[in-house]
Nanobody
Framework: EVQLVESGGGLVQPGGSLRLSCAAS????????MSWVRQAPGKGLEWVSG????????IHADSVKGRFTISRDNAKNTLYLQMNSLNPEDTAIYYC?????WGQGTQVTVSS
């Protein structure tokens, strides 16, 4: 059974940083591309960032490009999202995603 457990969210002031983690189990993590998606209050799901299975290639949505960095540690079966220069528009629940699976999400709130 695929399990994805996100953590690292919280309340941060505009301009601040957070690092999200996603602990994966139940599948061969190193064989799959992974993504982060988010859902802001009252809005639909938005794809944020993706990384190929080996970690050598990444891609980010225009809305976060230059501010967010996706990475992974295949030895630890863990996906990361480093988020810098956060703004209120980044407020959302963040989910890691593989195939048709995602975790419970972690709340990120950017507010002064």
């Amino acid at each position: 059974e695929v399990q994805l457990v996100e953590s690292g969210g919280g309340l941060v002031q505009p301009g601040g940083s957070l690092r999200l983690s996603c602990a994966a189990s139940g599948f061969t993590f190193s064989s799959y591309a992974m993504s982060w998606v988010r859902q802001a209050p009252g809005k639909g799901l938005e794809w944020v960032s993706g990384i190929e299975s080996g970690g050598g290639s990444t891609i980010h949505a225009d809305s976060v490009k230059g501010r967010f960095t996706i990475s992974r540690d295949n030895a630890k079966n863990t996906l990361y999202l480093q988020m810098n220069s956060l703004n209120p528009e980044d407020t959302a629940i963040y989910y890691c995603y593989v195939g048709k699976n995602w975790g419970q999400g972690t709340q990120v709130t950017v507010s002064s």
